[in-house]
Each structure stands twice: as C-alpha cells, then as structure tokens.
C-alpha cells in the first residue's frame, strides 16, 4: 500500500458527506491548488502500473519473504510487550524457523535462478495460504488469515495476531495460549513450504562444491 501525504494535513472529511468531487477538487491536492490531487491520481495509477508490469514480468515473484519474516519478529514484540503471561516461547521459535526458511529459499532462488524459477515462483506465489485457519478466528471463522484481521470493535482498521490479541483483550489466556499454538502451527507449515527440498540443497551444495573445485584448480 502506498499514498500520498502532507505534514500538516487535515482530517474529518473522509468517508462523510464532505468526501465529495469539489472536495477533492479544491483542497485535497498539493498545498490546496485546484485540480491538483487529480495529478496525484495520475501519478499513483503510474506507479501501480510499473509495479503490476513488474509483477508480471519478473522471472522470479518479487515477493521476499524476509519482509514477512521481519513483521512477524515485530508482530511476537508487540505481544510480548503487552506482559499478558502467554507463552511466548514456541512462537519465537516458530518465527525464527520462518526466517531460516526465508533467507535459504532467497539464497536458492538468486543463485540457481533458472533451474528452480518454477519451484521459487510456487513456494512464493503459496505461502500465503499457509497463513489461514481452517477453524477460523474465534467467534467469527469466516476470518481464517491469522496474521491481520479487522479488530471486533473496529470493523475495519486491522490488528496483527487477531486471534491471540481478541484473547489478550479479553482475559482469556485459555483462549490465548490456543491462539498461540494456532499461529505456530500456521508458521512453521509456511516454513516448511518455503524450505529448499533435500534434492535442492544436495543439488546446490554439488554446484557449489565444484564451483569452489574449479577456482582452486585454476
């Protein structure tokens, strides 16, 4: 996601009856220039096109899974920050076992990009499924995705770890420490999606041994 934005910005207009055509038109744009946020339209439709051309171009799905990796060591944080006395413990181990799988399958698809494009391209286009719930978040399973969904008293603005924060709120560490173990399980099978298969590291480590071979030889 990506927007355009000014410091010292106003807010109330948004999704009221003030959202209109004339807003937009005469203070929504660069400084309050008219016509202005127009161009700004412009410029967003642009850039969404060269990063869908992108999308559809690259060899390899220009998706890391690093990043993921990243927001989930924020996400545990975030968590633990609260001192809700869940167990904590199998979830960072969870995480750091996504974050090993993460930075092997980047090795893997930069350094054997031909041979494994398709493989890459499958593990990098899935692992997101990975990340639902076949039981669904508690009291509404028609969310299954159980990194964000929308909080229950906001409808709308989204939480990380939805299931083990709505169990934190509350006071249900039952629930909670069931949560947990919901979230690891979800993470260590997309680890297991991204990790190279036993016959592509022993593959890489072949190639890599007689790369190695030939420089020493030479």
């Not at 869940?86 to 930069?110: H, I, P, R, Y």
Request: charged share 20%; aromatic share 8%; with cysteine.
């Amino acid at each position: 996601d990506f927007s355009f934005s000014k410091a010292n910005a106003t807010y109330g207009q948004y999704h009221s009856i003030y959202d209109s055509f004339d807003w937009v038109d005469k203070f929504g744009g660069i400084n309050g220039t008219a016509g202005s946020s127009f161009k700004l339209m412009v410029d967003a439709a642009k850039l969404w096109g060269v990063m869908a051309i992108r999308l559809a171009t690259s060899k390899i799905v220009p998706i890391d899974p690093l990043v993921q990796a990243d927001a989930l060591v924020h996400y545990t944080s975030a968590i633990e920050e609260q001192q809700s006395g869940l167990d904590l413990g199998a979830l960072k181990e969870a995480v750091t076992t996504f974050q090993e799988a993460a930075a092997q399958l980047n090795l893997q698809c930069s350094s054997d990009m031909d041979q494994y494009m398709d493989s890459c391209n499958e593990k990098l286009g899935l692992v997101e499924r990975q990340f639902l719930s076949q039981e669904g978040l508690p009291g509404r399973k028609w969310f299954k995705h159980i990194l964000q969904a929308p909080r229950l008293d906001l409808g709308y603005a989204a939480e990380a770890f939805p299931g083990i924060q709505q169990a934190i709120d509350e006071g249900n560490m039952t629930l909670g420490q069931e949560q947990v173990a919901v979230v690891v399980d979800c993470i260590l099978s997309a680890a297991d999606l991204l990790r190279p298969t036993e016959q592509e590291l022993t593959v890489r480590h072949r190639r890599e041994a007689a790369h190695q071979s030939g420089e020493t030889s030479e």
